[in-house]
């Protein structure tokens, strides 16, 4: 079974930086397509990053070019240049390693609890 703990949330002004971190663990042949989501109060679940077995990423074009997802161990979501709009409760998910990266909610089983994130302006 998959596991996944975010961690790295916080509070910070406009412009700032913060990098959320995400141990996964139980991917079968240690890797799975993994992602991050946020949703802020009052509107739906939106994809903001993907990474897949094979390297490749997508990002919401709301992020593009001030996040960033990696993977070595953990899971990581670098965000710069953050924006009031970035607002949100951030998750980490995973879900199977055969799956192309993206942003759609259902290709991923599993969640983590989330981690909120609150950039002032």
């Known amino acids: 079974q998959v596991q996944l703990v975010e961690s790295g949330g916080g509070s910070v002004q406009s412009g700032g930086s913060l990098r959320l971190s995400c141990v996964v663990s139980?991917?079968?042949?240690?890797?799975?397509?993994a992602g991050w989501f946020r949703q802020a109060p009052g509107k739906e679940r939106e994809g903001v990053a993907s990474?897949?077995?094979?390297g490749d990423t997508i990002y919401a074009d709301s992020v593009k070019g001030r996040f960033t997802i990696s993977q070595d161990n953990t899971l990581y979501l670098q965000m710069n240049t953050l924006k009031p709009e970035d607002t949100a409760m951030y998750y980490c998910a995973a879900g199977p390693s055969w799956v192309a990266a993206t942003l759609e909610g259902s290709e991923y089983n599993s969640w983590g609890q989330g981690t909120q994130v609150t950039v002032s302006s």
């Open positions: 990474l897949d077995r094979d």
């Open positions: 139980g991917c079968p042949y240690s890797f799975c397509l």
